[in-house]
């Protein structure tokens, strides 16, 4: 989603972009923490939360509602164990990749599948739905107390009385790396493409916000290098908080998990997953 740019983020990507560009890349620039077209290399992989998702919607029954869908790492498992989806995104591109995706599965499971390009903030669903989860953080890219309020309001707008919300955030502890650049490489399967990708973190612990500067270099053996520069916030919430928030916009928190595999959350986590009723 695009947001206002500081001045400290303007400063970083007209820096960055003129020494990417001189150094012969192709620079493109994003507003959030993910990158439609590099996505599934850095994070489709991640498969730790699908089991437990699958049981609970395996418990609550359909439609899901997956919330920030994005390229469909949930959402395809979930169509394919039978499961109604609506597929909710804010981001075109995101949606593109999931409609190619899924354009490979069987009619019958594609028949499943609503897409909805919408907010989270100001969404609606074809009809209720039983069961709404909200992935690996991206509920903190909701940069505000008030936009997230907002966002959960109305979700419980989308779900059953009685339906159950699975939302997967950080626990929010002193990051020891804030404000000192971190890189990570990833080499693809077919070896030909290195991914490097960094970030800056800048924490406000006032505001309870992280703000990133990243970026993401394809650098092909054969062709030009590809940079890809965002910046985002994440408004951390803390357990009570989150406790609290969800009280105030209609759901009651049923438990508070500390990992995928049923654990309460303690001093040791960090993930939690808030799995939350609507009420009645
Ligand atoms: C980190 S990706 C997660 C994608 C997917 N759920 C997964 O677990 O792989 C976050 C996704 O949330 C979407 N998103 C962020 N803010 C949103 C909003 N306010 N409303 C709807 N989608 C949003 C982004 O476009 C992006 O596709």
Known sequence: MAEQQTGHEAEFFDIFTALYRWGGCDVRRGYGGWVPEVYDLMEGDFEDDIPRVLELAEETGGPVLDLGCGTGRLTIPLLQEGFEVFGLDCDERMLDI????????????????????????????????????????????????????????????????????????????PNPSADEPYLTSRLLPDRGTLILYGTQTREDHFSERSLVNAFTMLLPRD???????????????????????????????????????????????????AIAERNP
């Not at 707008?157 to 929010?172: E, S």
């Open 98 to 173: 999931l409609r190619a995706k899924t354009a490979a599965l069987p009619e019958e499971d594609r028949a499943r599948l609503t897409i909805l390009q919408q907010d989270m903030r100001w969404c609606s669903t074809p009809r209720p739905a039983s069961l709404a989860v909200c992935s690996t953080n991206t509920f903190l890219y909701l940069g505000s107390l008030d936009d997230q309020r907002q966002a959960l309001r109305s979700i419980a707008g989308c779900l059953k009385p009685g339906g159950t919300l699975w939302l997967d955030v950080f626990v929010p502890k």
């Open 223 to 273: 062709g030009q290098p590809q940079v890809y520069l965002q910046n985002w916030t994440y408004a951390w919430l803390h357990p009570n908080e989150l406790r609290l928030l969800l009280e105030s916009t209609g759901f009651r928190l049923t438990v508070l998990l500390g990992d995928y595999d049923g654990r309460e959350a303690d001093e040791s986590s960090v993930q939690m997953v």
